[in-house]
């Protein structure tokens, strides 16, 4: 599932996902400021 990174979803559903796997925080964020800019 690749929208599990551009979605909010998954920050809900997997917190603790966000803790033991960093870099899918900043690929989240990343897709988060590609769409703002």
Same mark, same amino acid.
């Given at each position: 599932m690749?929208?599990?990174?551009?979605? %909010?979803? %998954?920050?809900?559903?997997?917190?603790?996902?966000?803790?033991?796997r %960093?870099?899918?925080?900043?690929?989240?964020?990343?897709?988060?400021?590609?769409?703002?800019?």
């Amino acid at each position: 599932m690749d929208e599990r990174i551009i979605s %909010p979803a %998954p920050l809900a559903e997997e917190g603790d996902d966000l803790t033991i796997r %960093p870099e899918r925080l900043a690929e989240f964020i990343g897709q988060v400021q590609v769409k703002e800019s």
